[in-house]
């Protein structure tokens, strides 16, 4: 963490630093004053004593997700760190995570008010705001049946199960054809680079009925920030938690609020487009569907909940940000993984071969026929367990867990890292291997291994994009393994040392794609 503080200081004066001292020396004092007294029967959270002003910020280092799955073991599966000068409990073992998120979901439902959170979506993001419950549960349920609605929408031609099927295998096979075209041309390709097009166009089409090439710059540029973007929303961000240092020159920073702003306007102008061009007996997308029901004011009938228009429509931001960033990642670790295990990636291809065959495209109803397909991508939610944290939560009101008294409004850390590597629930837990999945003679999936994986969080704020971030990981690898085959350059090994931010990407790298010559168009 000391790494990660230092590129938010620019220079600074001395009286500028004295008077950052001497408030935060203020609001130290205030934060002792406000503890609350623990009640009677509960016991304090254990956890490392902090230093005046930083906390815990030099114990929880660069890397969070090892540091507070060690610091576990040393304190329990449920304790507390200070960042900066905010208290932080963290809750790391699997069955006190779901006591927590399922049994006291009500309880740990919030969403701290971290300041990097304010800037996404003009702080009207409906899974980082700090949202009223009633607000964000009326927002959820919309946000919820609109995607449940697009994704299960027939698709324009009868070959396909659903439109979501449709937009995922057109992308799919645009993406082979332009891999294809990029190593001809270049005689290599950066995966996250075209698979995060491909990705973010099939969300495109559900939330603004349009695809954008692979050449728009604007959309390239875009979505290829999202490593930025994830590495200040990712629990433990010093600027959410040290004060001053918001008020402190910071590159990271200024990046962070222009992709933002950047971010914002693409989607106020499409959402402006759909606006004038509005049919109600046209329904396009999920935006449409939006501004409908705006139109309607049918929202949440029992409830009595207002919100505004900007609210629902900007929930649309919500869908295509959480859309593309998390399923490129997904994709462009398993090509990765594809590349550092050969052996695994041809039996992959095997099983493609002998279950679908090389004639025609994989659909969605292949998956019960390709069982080590669907272990190998659990074993790659599980092993690089790339969201590492979830979004930060917030408690709703005084709770306890495990006999720990916990007040109302403390930011929670939930590591799912450390739910996916431990040795209680694990075998060899730092070994890549999709086996671990199969039952017994190899021949089906273990649903009960397979649910133990925890990638999409659980309980109230559960990802509502799971369905199709699962459906979008199995097609796109199913059509990628049938048609090509990945490896790395010669003499190069792939890194596979994650960089730390709310999703872990790879290092940026160059690899190497040939096309199945038994399959066919
Ligand atoms: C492989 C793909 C995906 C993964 C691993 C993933 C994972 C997650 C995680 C860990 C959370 C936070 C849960 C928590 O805070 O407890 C989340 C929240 C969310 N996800 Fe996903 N997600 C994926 C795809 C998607 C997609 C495709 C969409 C939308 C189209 C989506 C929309 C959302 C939204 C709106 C929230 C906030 C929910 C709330 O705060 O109530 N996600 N996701």
Redesign the pocket.
């Known amino acids: 963490m000391a790494l990660m503080v230092l590129p938010l200081l620019g220079p600074v004066s001395v009286s500028e630093s004295l008077v950052a001292l001497a408030t935060l020396c203020v609001v130290y004092l205030l934060l002792q004053l406000q503890r609350k007294k623990i009640p009677e029967g509960l016991s304090p959270l254990p956890g490392p004593k902090p230093l005046p002003i930083i906390g815990n910020v030099l114990e929880v280092g660069n890397n969070p997700h090892l540091s507070l799955t060690a610091m576990s073991k040393r304190y329990g599966p449920v304790y507390q760190v200070q960042i900066g000068t905010r208290p932080v409990v963290v809750i790391g073992g699997n069955e006190v995570v779901r006591q927590a998120l399922i049994k006291q979901g009500e309880d740990f439902s919030g969403r701290p008010d971290l300041y990097s959170f304010g800037f996404i979506n003009d702080g009207k993001s409906?899974?980082f705001s700090s949202d009223q419950a009633g607000v964000w549960r009326a927002r959820?349920k919309l946000?919820l049946s609109a995607?449940r609605s697009f994704a299960t929408l027939e698709g324009e031609s009868p070959e396909y199960s659903c439109a979501l099927e449709e937009h995922i295998s057109k992308e799919g096979l645009y993406l082979v054809e332009r891999l294809t075209s990029v190593m001809k041309q270049d005689g290599s390709f950066d995966p996250f680079r075209h698979i995060v097009v491909s990705v973010a166009n099939v969300?495109c089409g559900m939330c603004f009925g349009r695809r954008y090439s692979h050449d728009d710059q604007e959309l390239v540029s875009l979505v290829n920030l999202s490593d930025e973007f994830g590495q200040v929303v990712g629990s433990g961000n010093p600027a959410d938690f040290i004060p001053f240092l918001r008020f402190l020159p910071s590159k990271t920073m200024k990046k962070f609020v222009d992709l933002n702003n950047r971010f914002n306007a693409f989607v106020q102008r499409i959402v402006h487009q759909h606006y004038d061009t509005f049919d109600k007996d046209n329904i396009r997308d999920i935006t449409d569907s939006l501004i409908d029901h705006c139109e309607d004011r049918k929202l949440d009938e029992n409830s009595n909940v207002q919100v505004s228009d900007e609210k629902i429509v900007g929930i649309v931001n919500?869908?295509f940000g959480?859309?593309f960033d998390?399923?490129s990642t997904?994709l462009s670790w398993s090509v990765l993984y594809m590349v550092a295990y050969p052996e695994i990636q041809e039996k992959l291809h095997q099983e493609i071969k002998e279950k679908v065959g090389l004639e025609r495209t994989p659909r969605l109803s292949d998956k019960a026929d390709l069982p080590y397909l669907e272990a190998f991508i659990l074993e790659i939610f599980r092993h690089t367990s790339f969201?590492p944290f979830?979004?930060p939560?917030c408690t709703t009101k005084d709770t306890s867990l495990n006999g720990h008294f916990i007040p109302k409004d403390t930011c929670v850390f939930?590591n799912q890292w450390q739910v996916n590597h431990d040795t209680d629930l694990w075998k060899d837990p730092s070994s890549f291997c999709p086996d671990r999945f199969l039952t017994a003679d190899g021949t089906e999936l273990n649903k009960l291994e397979g649910e133990k994986v925890m990638?999409?969080?659980m309980g109230k704020?559960?990802?509502?994009?799971?369905l199709?971030?699962r459906s979008e990981?199995f097609l796109f690898l199913a059509i990628l393994l049938q048609r090509l085959q990945f490896s790395a350059l010669p003499g190069e090994s792939p890194d596979m040392t994650p960089e730390y931010g709310l999703t872990m990407k790879h290092k940026r790298c160059q690899l190497y794609a040939c096309a199945r010559t038994e399959a066919q168009g």
């Open positions: 409906l899974a959820r946000a995607l969300i919500d869908l959480a859309g998390t399923i997904a969201l979830t979004i939560h939930i990638i999409f969080g704020r559960r990802c509502i994009g799971e199709i971030g990981v």
